[in-house]
């Protein structure tokens, strides 16, 4: 089982939409869980991290089951310039971090 | 806002040639990493760095990879002897928080081309 697993997409949405991406994590020893967004050829950039109660961000929302060992996120009113790969990643408690293989968004006009 | 930076955007070598890849952090970070994504592949941690030191590393992260703070600011990657599948864009991130919510900030990345 992969570590960290996201649905690769693409999710074609238009503008305005709502789009929710989910990711399972398979070490239930982490402890903390981050969503970053990855454009083309560039840097990850962290978007949020993801606490236990769930946070919001604008229009971003994510949550965590631990239980489940599922995270989500939830973005509302989508943008063109949300396009972009969405990387789910994890933090077992030691310095590295996971990540996802990203799930890819495209915000059509 | 403060920020990552990494030199060179893009590397060109020869197999078998050593290549430093240089990245100064965000000044007040105290632990340092690098990973890298092969193209089309995800992101993979290669190393974390704090107080001088190596305090992990991944199997990736064999004997041809060293890391160094050579001074208050710059903190660098050297891949000894370069192979093909060392082609990928390098990554340095910082962090400032202990675990766990140990949210780094990557850098522009390095794209290192082996021929």
């Known amino acids: 089982r992969k570590e960290v697993e996201q649905d690769p997409g693409p999710f074609n949405v238009p503008e305005g939409a709502t789009v929710a991406f989910n990711c399972t994590y398979s070490n239930s020893a982490s402890q903390s869980f981050f969503w970053y967004r990855q454009d083309c050829r560039k840097e990850p950039k962290l978007l949020m991290s993801?606490?236990?109660s769930g946070n919001e961000d604008g229009r971003f929302t994510a949550q965590l089951n631990r239980a489940s060992q599922y995270i989500s996120l939830l973005i509302r009113d989508s943008k063109l310039s949300d396009s972009a790969t969405y990387l789910c990643v994890v933090n077992t408690g030691r310095r590295a971090l996971t990540f996802g293989s990203g799930t890819r968004l495209q915000v059509q006009p | 806002e403060p920020e990552v930076t990494q030199t060179p955007s893009h590397q060109v070598t020869q197999m078998g040639q050593e290549v430093i890849l240089r990245c100064v952090p965000i000044?007040?970070?105290?632990?340092f990493y690098w990973y890298r994504q092969i193209l089309g592949q995800k992101v993979e941690f290669l190393v974390s760095?704090?107080?001088?030191?190596?305090?992990?590393k991944s199997e990736i992260f064999d004997d041809q990879f060293s890391v160094e703070r050579p001074d208050g600011s710059n903190f660098t990657l050297k891949i000894r002897s370069t192979k093909l599948e060392d082609s990928a864009m390098y990554f340095c991130?910082?962090?400032?928080?202990?675990?766990?919510?140990?949210?780094?900030?990557f850098g522009p990345g390095t794209r290192l081309t082996v021929l």
């Open positions: 993801v606490y236990s």
């Open positions: 760095f704090y107080n001088n030191e190596i305090s992990e």
């Open positions: 991130a910082s962090s400032e928080a202990r675990a766990p919510y140990n949210e780094q900030f």
């Open positions: 000044s007040n970070h105290l632990y």
